[in-house]
Structure formats: structure tokens, C-alpha cells
């Protein structure tokens, strides 16, 4: 049985990863001519590490990246709403959330997979099921290929989604964000922390990626689809800043101006069914979700490792929707959590009442509901 991937994101070379894993045959393909994951950083929380660590890349993501061992989320100024130390996640899982620039991820995933699986250049243009229960792929380049499985790790903008389900919808969050990474060495105090502050629906995120870079991210409230003059962008953001932590003032002014990316926030209205006979959607593709929880890649990637799993165990068998009842409850659960999240971040009612609640959120709930989050089952 072959199966194919469209797409060599994070979702697409993790789930290749998987499938070498377990000796399933398939073909990748990927639209850019080269990859080349260009700008910014990804936190990789432990779910997503437990998947790596299973397909034996942990400790090359580990020497790339920096760990967190607290996360705080602050006020403007850096004053603490509330201080996550992540002793429990380390105990229980012996690491903890790792900050990494996505190149080093795409290139450290992108090694392990056999190259002439991998074939770039060909953009998917569309599929055909054929009467011999294949499905017929189509590319831009008029070439065409053929395959029993097909699943679609395409993003957020999905071709596949798009024909399988042309009803699906995505959603603009009203949140515009620039990413970037800045040249600078942070104060040791600094250094193993993800720090989120929140202004008046403003808010703008850090933590260390690798020596002397750092990861950042800003968000605002903006119409969709504005685009910037990259002569003045670090201007505008250092205006709209003004009234936060020297040190994110710093980051903007350290952050050469190429090195600043910016995307509008979206997500996907989550679908009924992420697949249809033999095609799925796995990844942005079939439930993209707002970064609010940072949580979108450690999804897909661990979409990766249970499709890896259930096709393993089962290899004549199309498992896609088992794979979904495994998958959608938690998927969902975070969609939801993450557009709410982003909601609270950028409340239109003032910041006082917004901050006293986070300030007395009860802990050990927050605490549960960050383990459940984090938990694998273990299937393989
Ligand atoms: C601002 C921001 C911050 C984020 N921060 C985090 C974070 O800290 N932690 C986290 O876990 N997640 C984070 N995410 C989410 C994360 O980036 C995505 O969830 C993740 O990249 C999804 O991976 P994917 O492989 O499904 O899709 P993508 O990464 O979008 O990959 C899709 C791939 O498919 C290719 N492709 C598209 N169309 C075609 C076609 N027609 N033919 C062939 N190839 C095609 C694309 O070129 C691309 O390589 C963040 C997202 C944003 C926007």
C-alpha cells in the first residue's frame, strides 16, 4: 500500500519520520523548491517532544534549541499575572518545553528522511479517485502520480481541504503578528524563560532560541491582509511598543529588518471529518488552530505519530477515521481554548479585571489541564 504526503511542514517530515519508523511505503512531496523554513522560532512543548524523542531526533532538537523552565505571563512591564515554574513537567517528563528556530527543526527532521522520497518542486493541483480505488494526483507541472492513500499535509490553506471539503472554512482572529529573532544576548535572569506580556489589546511574546538569538513575537489588532513598508516597520512596532519592558525595545532595535515576518492569525472552524475514503487531512490542514496555546505544530506533529502508529498495527487497513476518534476530542479542546485565549489576550474591556483573573487563576487547575495537554498515549 503507498501512501503520499502533500506538504514538508512540520506535519508533513514528521509523519514521514513516522511512516520510516514503521517501514510504511511513501512518497512526500512539497511544493517549494527548496525548504528552507525562513525567520523565526517554534515552541515545541512536550507532547511534541515525546513524539521526537520516539522517533530519535530529541537530543538534536535539544542541542539546537534552549529549554523553558518557566513561562510567565506579565503585564507591560514585565510584573508577573502569573509564574509557571515547570518543575512537574520536567520531573514527569524529564524535559521541558523547547524554544528552537524552525530552520533547525525543518533541517533536523528533513536528515532522517530518505531523499528520494522526498520530491520538491511539484505543487499539488488536484486529485482524481479512480475506478481502480487509486487516487490520481495532479501537480502544476502537468505531471501526475498515482497512490493508494493520500494525506493531505498542506496547511492551513489546504488544496486538498479545499477539494475534499469545500465547505470548510477559516477564520480570521482579528490578530495580526510579526515574528522575528534579534541578534542579542539576554540577561542570565532571562535566559530559560518564555515570557508573554500583555498590554491593552496588545501583547508581545520572547524567549532565547540559541545562543545569542532571541525568539520574538508581537500582536495586535489590525484588519486582514495590511501589508508593511519594511523601511519603517521597526519604527511602527517600537511606536506601538512604547509603553512596554525596555527589554522588548531592545529586541525590535536588535532584530535586523528582514528578519521580521508577519502573518495574520487564523484558524480553522473545526471540521466534522478530517478525512473522506482514502484521503485525510493531518496538521493545519485539517484543524489549524490560533498559536495562542503553542500548540499548532506539536498537533500536527502529534498527528504524525499516531497515524504512524495505527497504520503500523493495522497495514491493510485504511485507519483514517480511527485515527480521527483518537485525535479530534484533544485537537478540538485546544482550537477552542487557544481562540478563547487570544480573546481574553487582546480584551476589548480594559486590562483590570482581565489581569485580577489571570492573577487568581487557581493553579492547580491550570496545572491539570497543562498535563493533560502534554499527554501521549502510549500506542506503539
Ligand atoms: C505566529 C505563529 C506562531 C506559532 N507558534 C507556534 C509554537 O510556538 N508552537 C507550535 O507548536 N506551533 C506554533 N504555530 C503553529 C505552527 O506553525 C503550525 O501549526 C504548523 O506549522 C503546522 O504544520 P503543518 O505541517 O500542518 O503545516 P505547514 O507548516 O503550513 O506546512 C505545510 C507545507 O505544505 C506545503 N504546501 C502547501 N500547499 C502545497 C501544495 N499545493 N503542494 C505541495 N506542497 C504544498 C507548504 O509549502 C508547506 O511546506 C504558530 C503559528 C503561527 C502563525
Redesign the pocket.
Known amino acids: 500500500m503507498k501512501y503520499t504526503i502533500?506538504?514538508?511542514?512540520?506535519?508533513?517530515l514528521t509523519t514521514a519520520l513516522a511512516f520510516e519508523k514503521k517501514g510504511v511505503e511513501y512518497q512526500l512531496?512539497?511544493?517549494?523548491p527548496k525548504i528552507n523554513e525562513v525567520g523565526a522560532g517554534?515552541?515545541?512543548?512536550p507532547n511534541?517532544l515525546q513524539v521526537l524523542e520516539y522517533l530519535n531526533v530529541f537530543n538534536r532538537v535539544k542541542s539546537k534549541g534552549n529549554s523553558i523552565d518557566r513561562i510567565t505571563l506579565g503585564k507591560a512591564d514585565l510584573s508577573p499575572l502569573s509564574d509557571n515554574y515547570q518543575d512537574l513537567v520536567k520531573d514527569t517528563f524529564g524535559y521541558t518545553t523547547i524554544a528552537i528556530h524552525r530552520a533547525e527543526l525543518q533541517k533536523i527532521l528533513l536528515e532522517e528522511i530518505p531523499q528520494e522520497k522526498i520530491f520538491l518542486g511539484?505543487?499539488?493541483q488536484s486529485f482524481e479517485k479512480l475506478n481502480s480505488g487509486k487516487i490520481k494526483l495532479k501537480f502544476e507541472d502537468n505531471s501526475t502520480s498515482e497512490t493508494d492513500f493520500l494525506i493531505g499535509?498542506?496547511?492551513?490553506?489546504?488544496?486538498i481541504r479545499k477539494q475534499l471539503f469545500p465547505e470548510s472554512k477559516t477564520r480570521y482572529s482579528e490578530q495580526t503578528?510579526w515574528?522575528g529573532v534579534a541578534n542579542i544576548t539576554l540577561d542570565k535572569e532571562f535566559e530559560n524563560r518564555g515570557m508573554e506580556l500583555w498590554g491593552n489589546q496588545i501583547r508581545f511574546g520572547i524567549s532565547k532560541i540559541a545562543k545569542d538569538k532571541v525568539y520574538w513575537?508581537a500582536v495586535v489588532l489590525d484588519k486582514p491582509n495590511q501589508k508593511d513598508d519594511n523601511d519603517v516597520i521597526k519604527q511602527q512596532l517600537l511606536k506601538m511598543f512604547n509603553s512596554f519592558h525596555p527589554l522588548v525595545h531592545n529586541l525590535i532595535k536588535a532584530t535586523p529588518k528582514i528578519n521580521i515576518l508577519r502573518?495574520d492569525?487564523n484558524d480553522l472552524k473545526p471540521l466534522d471529518n478530517w478525512s473522506k475514503g482514502n484521503i485525510c487531512l493531518?496538521?493545519?490542514?485539517g484543524h489549524?488552530?490560533t498559536?495562542n496555546m503553542?500548540?499548532?505544530?506539536?498537533?500536527?506533529i502529534e498527528d504524525a505519530y499516531y497515524l504512524g502508529n495505527l497504520i503500523g498495527k493495522n497495514p491493510n487497513q485504511n485507519v483514517f477515521e480511527l485515527f480521527q476518534k483518537k485525535r479530534q476530542s484533544k485537537v478540538n479542546t485546544i482550537v477552542k481554548q487557544s481562540w478563547t485565549t487570544g480573546k481574553m489576550a487582546h480584551w476589548k474591556y480594559g486590562t483590570n479585571i482581565r489581569n485580577f483573573l489571570l492573577k487568581h487563576m487557581p493553579k492547580k487547575i491550570m496545572e491539570r489541564k497543562m498535563m493533560e495537554m502534554y499527554h501521549i498515549e502510549k500506542i506503539h
Request: overall charge positive; charged content about 15%.
Open positions: 502533500i506538504g514538508a511542514g512540520i506535519g508533513g512531496f512539497e511544493k517549494a517554534i515552541w515545541l512543548a511534541a511539484k505543487s499539488f499535509a498542506d496547511g492551513i490553506h489546504s488544496k503578528c515574528r513575537f502573518n492569525i493531518i496538521g493545519d490542514a489549524a488552530t498559536p503553542g500548540q499548532g505544530g506539536a498537533q500536527a
